[in-house]
């Protein structure tokens, strides 16, 4: 999939507050200061598109960018960040399970995961609610380049060992890094792949 343009549409509070449209969305999940403005931005060859921080907490809203005219990234709020107080936490995961249980257009959420740390129970959690919802879900790996290859693939391997023990088998996985660009086209492809077939189901269905 090749981004041709990229710019940003609308900040909701609420899935009440999000586009009335049909398109097509995908949307990026996980744990404050985990990287999910960074790679849309790293994706969209933008870096001026969604806002990052090296402070926690800093996407509150539900963000949408528009892309190609055709279809929408979404950038979610972190879950999970103790700092932030009970009560916006508590906002935060409301708008967080409304969005990903009510959002008819939802095609995949992408839940990234830290690949410097071992499995956190918050994304655990979070992974098994998605299951127990039946929302789509693939996982990210982020900021690969702050691990040597040896650490990258003892975390994941552990990771995937501990995942294991719960699931039969692996969702889709993507090991991405913002700064190198890594795992850019595997993200962009596995998206093609998927809005392609979205896209004939439908015209499948309207005839
Ligand atoms: P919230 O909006 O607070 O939930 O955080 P977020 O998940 O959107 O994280 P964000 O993209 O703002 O990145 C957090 C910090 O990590 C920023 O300082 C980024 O520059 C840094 N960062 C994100 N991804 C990478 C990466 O792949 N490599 C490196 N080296 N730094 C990264
Ligand atoms: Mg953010």
């Known amino acids: 999939m090749l981004i041709k343009t990229s710019k940003f549409k609308q900040s909701a509070s ?14 990026f999940i996980g744990r404050s200061n985990v990287g999910k403005s960074s790679l849309i931005n790293m994706l969209c060859n933008n870096n001026k598109l969604a806002k990052t921080s090296a402070t926690p ?11 190609n ?7 979610l709020p972190g879950y999970g960040y103790a700092k932030t107080g009970k009560e ?6 409301t708008i967080i399970y409304d969005y990903c249980k009510k959002r008819d257009n939802l095609v995949c959420l992408f ?8 499995l956190q129970k918050i994304d655990f959690e979070f992974m098994m609610w998605c299951g127990e919802n039946e929302i789509p879900f693939s996982i990210i790996y982020t900021q ?8 990258l693939a003892k975390h994941i391997k552990n990771i995937e060992k501990e995942l294991l023990e719960h699931w039969e088998e692996m969702p889709n996985t993507f090991i991405s890094s913002a700064e190198s ?12 792949y998927n809005y392609k077939e979205v896209n004939a189901n439908r015209t499948k269905s309207a005839k």
Not at 57 to 67: A, M, R, V, W
Not at 88 to 93: G, I, L, T, V
Not at 144 to 151: G, M
Request: hydrophobic share 40%.
């Open 181 to 192: 660009k890594l795992g850019k086209e595997d993200i962009l492809d596995f998206i093609e």
């Open 88 to 93: 916006k936490r508590e906002k935060f995961a």
């Open 14 to 27: 609420s899935i009440h507050g999000c586009p009335k449209t049909a398109m097509q969305e995908y949307a």
């Open 57 to 67: 907490g800093k996407t509150q809203l539900i963000n949408h960018f528009l892309i």
């Open 144 to 151: 690969a380049d702050k691990n040597s290859k040896a650490e």
């Open 111 to 118: 839940v990234l995961i830290d690949s410097r740390l071992p």
């Open 69 to 75: 005219e055709e279809w929408f990234l979404v950038d």
